[in-house]
C-alpha cells in the first residue's frame, strides 16, 4: 500500500519547522505520530523513533533522519506512476520530471507552471511535420481510437486546459491574469494536467489497455 504522498508532504514541512525552531516538544510528538502512521510501511521510522526513546541527545538527528526518509519516499512513490510511461521525447520527459521533482519539495506554484510547459511541449508532438493545430488534433484521434464521444471529450479537455494556462497566473504574469493565492489550487492544476499529459503519452507510445 503506497501512503498518502499529500499528507505526507505536510509532515515533513511541519517537522522540518520543528527542526528549524528547535522545538523539542513539538518534534517528539510529530514522531511519535509518525511511528503511528507510517512505521508498518517504512520501518525506518520506527527504528529511528525507538533510539529517540532510549537514548537522550538523539531528538535533532532523528528527526532529521525520518525527515530524510518521508522526502525520498515521497520522491520515490510520486514518480513511480510515470516512470511506466516515459515518451520518446526527451525534452517532454525532462519537464515532466522537473515538475516531479518541484511538487515534491513542494514548490507547487513553479511545479504547475513546468507541468504546463509540459503540456505546450505534448500539443507540438507531430511536429514540425503538422502545425501546432492539427498536431493537437492528431493526438486527440490517437487517443479517442475513433470513438466521437472519447474525442469529444478530450477535446474538451485541451481546450480547458488551454484556456485555464492562458487565463490564470500559471506560465504568464500579466496584471490581467487572474492570480493563484491559495495553494490548494495549484494541487488542482497540476494534478489535473498531469493526468491528461500521462494519458496522452499511453496512447501515443502504444501503451497496454491493461
Not at 519547522?17 to 520501518?43: M, Q, V, W
Not at 525527515?67 to 526527451?90: A, G, K
Amino acid at each position: 500500500m503506497v501512503l498518502n504522498i499529500n499528507g505526507i508532504q505536510d509532515n515533513i514541512i511541519k517537522i522540518n519547522s520543528a527542526i528549524e525552531a528547535e522545538d523539542k516538544e513539538a518534534l517528539y510528538e510529530l514522531l511519535t505520530l509518525f511511528d503511528r502512521l507510517y512505521s508498518k510501511e517504512i520501518p525506518e521510522i520506527s527504528d529511528s523513533f525507538e533510539e529517540v526513546k532510549r537514548y537522550n541527545g538523539t531528538l535533532f538527528r532523528n528527526a532529521r533522519v525520518v525527515s530524510s526518509i518521508l522526502d525520498d519516499y515521497v520522491t520515490t512513490h510520486s514518480c513511480i506512476c510515470f516512470s511506466q510511461i516515459e515518451s520518446d521525447d526527451e525534452e517532454l520527459n525532462k519537464l515532466i520530471s522537473s515538475s516531479f521533482r518541484l511538487y515534491n519539495n513542494n514548490e507547487l506554484s513553479l511545479a504547475t507552471e513546468k507541468i504546463w510547459d509540459a503540456f505546450e511541449r505534448l500539443k507540438t508532438y507531430y511536429s514540425p511535420t503538422l502545425d501546432k493545430l492539427k498536431s493537437v488534433g492528431k493526438i486527440i484521434d490517437d487517443m479517442s481510437d475513433g470513438c466521437a464521444g472519447f474525442r469529444e471529450m478530450y477535446e474538451a479537455e485541451f481546450k480547458a486546459l488551454t484556456k485555464i494556462g492562458n487565463d490564470f497566473r500559471i506560465r504568464h504574469h500579466e496584471t490581467t491574469k487572474i492570480d493563484i493565492s491559495d495553494s490548494r489550487q495549484y494541487n488542482y492544476f497540476y494534478k489535473r494536467c498531469l493526468v491528461l499529459i500521462s494519458v496522452a503519452i499511453l496512447y501515443l507510445q502504444g501503451g497496454s489497455a491493461a
